[in-house]
C-alpha cells in the first residue's frame, strides 16, 4: 500500500529520508537532494508557502510500522523540484503511481511565492519519466490562492549536464596533474575576505557562461542577488580556495560544495581567459582533489554538457562518469 506524507518540519524529512539513503552509492546518487533539505533545516523557517517536503512510502502488508521509500519531492523557495531516484524493476508501477500521488498533492498546496516553481532538476532516466506524469496531469500550481496557472516545460532553456566522481583510489592522475606546477612554485590556498573585489568579479564572469540557457534579465537577477551572498557565506566557511603562481598571486579559482558524511563535491572552477590553455585549471583540480580526498571518500563534479563526456578534463584527471542530468525550465501559464 502506497501512502504520501507531506512534512511541514524539515527535521523530521530530512531524518527519515536519510534513514533509507544510506551509504556512499545512495548518498552520491542524492547529493543535491540531501543538500537541499539540508539547507531547509539551516534556515530554521517554517516550511507551510516556503517549501515543500512530501515522500511516498509503501507500507508492509502484515506489519504497518514496516514502510519502505518509494519517492520523494523537495521544492524550495526560488529554487528547482528535486526528487529522489530509488526506483528498481518496479519503475513503471508503483513509481508512476508515486509521482502522481506526489504531483497531485502540490497542487493542493497554496504557495506564497508566484515564481516559486522554477524548474525541475534529475537524473536522465527518472527525470522524464517524472516530466512526462507532470505533462499528463496538466498540472496547474495554486499562485496564493488568486488563480491556478497551468505548468509548462520551456525546452529552449532547459539543458543537460554530465556528472563525474573521484575516489581515493584514484589519486596517482590527480598527484600527476598536480606536482608539476607545484614544483614551479604555484601552490592552493583559501581566499580571504581582502580578496572579495576579485571574486565578486570572478564569479559574475563564471556565471555568465551560462548566458546560452539564461534570459539576460534572469541571468542579472541571479548574480544580482546571489554572487555577493554566496562569495560572502562560503569564505566564512573556508570553502573558496585560490591556486597562486609563486607571488602569491591569484590565477584560477575552485570552491568546495556539498559537504555530507561521506562525500563532497567541487564547483566554480573558473580561470581568468588571459591565464587559460596553461595547464592551471588541471593542476588546482587536481591539487584540490587531492586535499578533499584527505577527508572524504568520494568527490562529485557537475560539468557544462556541451563538453565531450568522455575526453575532458575532469576525465584526464582520473575522474569516472557517472551519468546525465537534465535541468527544465518551468512556464507559468
Known sequence: MLSVIQYHDPNTFLNDIKKTLKGEENELNHMLFLWTVIRLTKEQQLINGHAYCGAVWKTGENDKNEKSLVFAMLMREDDSIRFTSLFTEDIEIEGRKAITLLINDIQTLSLTNKNMITSIEGKDLIIQLVKEIWEQQQFKYNNNNKRLRQVTFDLNSSFHTWCYTVRRNDVGALSKRSIQKQQEGYFLRQATVIELPLLIDWLTDYFHHY?????????AQMIDQLVFTKITTELRLGNIYFYCDPNDLPVSMIWKFIPL??????????????????????????????????TYKYINITVDGKQDPDDNMYTRLGYHFEGKDFCYKIVLT
Open 211 to 219: 548566458k546560452d540557457y539564461l534570459s539576460s534579465k534572469h541571468l
Open 261 to 294: 558524511e561521506i562525500g563532497t563535491s567541487l564547483g566554480y572552477v573558473y580561470t581568468p581567459s588571459e591565464k587559460r590553455n596553461k595547464g592551471l585549471g588541471s593542476a588546482m583540480v587536481g591539487a584540490f582533489s587531492l586535499k578533499l580526498l584527505e
